[in-house]
């Protein structure tokens, strides 16, 4: 089993920035991907983005040049900047194991206000 645990969530002002990490545990093995989804209530999960294994970064249109993904070993991150009010969610990590198995996080809530 792999647990994922996200933090750095929390309130931003329109315009500012937030970085969230997500550090996985557990039975790791090769690790395919490893991502960020978020969802608001009443819509579907949506992807942010992910960074496959020796590979760069694949991000939604919504977010592409504010947002960046990165990893470091087990431990993946999400630089948010310019943040909108539409970027208010709950951000859940993601981590693909062996292209076959997929995990998620508890999930850590982004709210963008004034």
């Known amino acids: 089993q792999v647990q994922l645990v996200e933090s750095g969530g929390g309130l931003v002002q329109p315009g500012g920035s937030l970085r969230l990490s997500c550090v996985a545990s557990?039975?790791?093995?090769?690790?395919?991907?490893m991502g960020w989804y978020r969802q608001t209530p009443g819509k579907q999960r949506e992807l942010v983005a992910v960074?496959?294994?020796?590979?760069s970064g694949n991000y939604a249109d919504s977010v592409k040049g504010r947002f960046t993904i990165s990893r470091e070993k087990n431990t993946v991150y999400l630089q948010m900047n310019s943040l909108k009010h539409e970027d208010t969610a709950v951000y859940y990590c993601?981590?693909?194991?062996?292209?076959?198995?997929?995990?998620w996080g508890q999930g850590t809530q982004v709210t963008v206000s004034s």
């Open positions: 557990g039975s790791i093995f090769s690790i395919n991907a």
């Open positions: 960074i496959s294994t020796g590979g």
């Open positions: 993601y981590l693909n194991q062996a292209v076959r198995y997929d995990y």
